[in-house]
């Protein structure tokens, strides 16, 4: 299994553009907490703690790379471009193109789910990532990794207009076409206090127009009205 391991975690090093000095850090951005489960004996810890760096460091080189590169737009512009960069949709989007579902250890129940529980997983495993690449070549090559596969979507961000702020634009509409403040709702909460995922439902009076996903309320109901506004056809 090891071997096995090394072997495909060789072929991400050139996907990714990166050489690893410690190939346990690498291993480990790529197990997710259900693998242990099943595999009490494996010698590596799982990725969540990485996660929690790599989303930090992430942060920092979005927002230094904002700052520099639209040196006229104000602080809420440039807030609303790394929520969009940073996000679970951009995230797993950068997964994909790396193939990273390819390298995932999971337990026999998640390998099972590819819908949106995978697509979180993937995004995670991103952030594991870029912690595991920090704490093994540091801030410089990290921030390498993130303007090679990350910020390169910025232009796709603006174009297709994600950078917008939905649930503000769907409350003015929501207003101005009907005359109903929208409400949000939680559908669901899953995961732990670390990694929460939500499930939120944006309604008009008693229709549930829509519902979002995000590891924050506050992303969930983002999801939850930019699909109202294509629901409604007010986007």
């Known amino acids: 299994m090891t071997a096995r391991i090394e072997n495909n975690l060789e072929s991400f090093e050139k996907i990714a553009g990166v050489r690893f000095n410690d190939k346990d850090l690498l291993k480990q951005a790529f197990v997710h907490r259900s693998y242990l489960n099943e595999n009490r004996n494996f010698p590596i810890g799982h990725n ?47 997964a994909e193109n790396l193939k990273m579902n390819d390298y995932l250890l999971l337990s026999r129940g998640e390998s099972k789910d590819t819908g949106r529980a995978r697509q979180y997983i993937l995004a995670n495993t991103v952030e594991s990532f870029i912690g595991a690449l920090y704490l093994d070549s540091g801030y410089e090559k990290a921030k390498n990794f993130v303007y090679g596969h990350i910020t390169p979507l910025i232009d796709r961000v603006i174009a ?21 403040t929208p ?12 990694d929460k995922h939500f499930t939120i439902g944006v309604y008009l009076k008693n229709e549930l127009v829509a519902t979002g996903q995000g590891k924050s309320k506050q992303d969930a109901e983002q999801e939850a009205a930019r699909k109202a506004l294509e629901s409604k056809e007010w986007d």
């Open 183 to 194: 409400v949000y709702k939680t559908e669901k909460e899953s995961g732990p206090d670390h």
């Open 48 to 94: 969540e703690r990485l996660e929690f760096l790599g989303d930090a460091v992430l942060e920092l080189v979005i927002t230094d790379y904002l700052y520099s590169k639209y040196p006229k737009k104000n602080e809420g512009e440039m807030t609303s471009l790394r929520s969009a960069l940073v996000n679970a949709n951009t995230l797993y989007q950068v």
């Open 160 to 180: 297709e207009g994600l950078w917008i702020d939905s649930k503000s634009l769907f409350q003015e509409k929501a207003q101005d076409l009907v005359g109903v």
